[in-house]
């Protein structure tokens, strides 16, 4: 048995060592994935941290303005976005491994602003919405024939989207029911001054850790199963609870 267990070790240790350092870009969007004195924290990223660790896979994560962390990974080999909405439009721009934990998506507004009221998603294309640059919505209204600058303002980071909102330039920013109160917090605003204007329907399959497309295709297959493993021992349920998300 201890032979067998000297193998074990010795097989994954060659196996880390086969393997290129996998650079990890992402934002901060808590609880999903964040930065906390120079060290990434959050749900989805610990599903990811242990499941390429389990894996043999060497990484290091490093904060990146999204749109410039977009490029990167789609131009660069041995790189990945956590985390990215799987969808239809960027199916084959990357590899995927999840789903991840994800939530119902929004458009909020300021409680205090009740002259917007919204039905439908065209009522929103006549307000002023900001959004992150090269996120999933800048995308999307980009294509539902938004302009830059008119009444759409793409921003460098998740906080600046919710300063714009606070400062009056915008009526509203994209956001979910699991992240809007962290992430106002994180830009000095109570969340309790927010309200939804508008849910959004869901045009992705869920939070992804995205690699580029040159990623092992046996890798992402073992990364996909061990996310899964992960889940079905209750990971997830344990990670949310710790975030009194249940």
């Not at 990146?64 to 962390?69: I, K, L, S, Y």
């Not at 959004?200 to 399959?205: A, D, F, G, T, V």
Request: with cysteine; charged share 20%; glycine share 6%.
């Amino acid at each position: 048995m201890k032979c067998i267990c000297s193998l074990f070790l010795a097989l994954l240790c060659a196996q880390a060592q086969a393997l290129p350092e996998l650079v990890i870009y992402t934002q901060n969007l808590e609880p999903y994935h964040y930065m906390e004195e120079g060290e990434p924290r959050g749900i989805n990223y610990e599903l990811v941290r242990q499941a390429l660790e389990q894996e043999g896979v060497n990484y290091r994560v490093e904060r990146v303005n999204w749109a410039r962390a977009v490029k990167l990974v789609q131009d660069t080999p041995n790189t990945a976005l956590l985390t990215l909405p799987r969808n239809i439009h960027r199916e084959t721009q990357f590899k995927w491994v999840g789903p991840l934990l994800s939530s119902q998506p929004y458009f909020y507004r300021l409680k205090q602003n009740d002259e917007v009221q919204l039905s439908t998603l065209n009522d929103a294309l006549s307000l002023r919405i900001a959004v992150v640059r090269n996120g999933e919505w800048h995308q999307r209204l980009l294509a539902l024939g938004m302009n830059e600058g008119e009444l759409l303002f793409p921003v460098t980071h998740i906080s600046d989207t919710y300063n714009m909102l606070f400062l009056g330039r915008v009526e509203l920013i994209p956001g979910s029911d699991i992240t809007m109160p962290f992430m106002a917090r994180e830009a000095g605003y109570g969340a309790e001054l927010l309200t939804p204007a508008l849910a959004l329907p869901k045009r992705s399959i869920g939070n992804h850790l995205a690699l580029n497309t040159h990623a092992d295709a046996q890798l992402v297959q073992r990364l996909n199963q061990r996310i899964e493993l992960l889940k079905a021992q209750g990971l997830l349920h344990k990670l949310k609870n710790q975030y009194q998300l249940d």
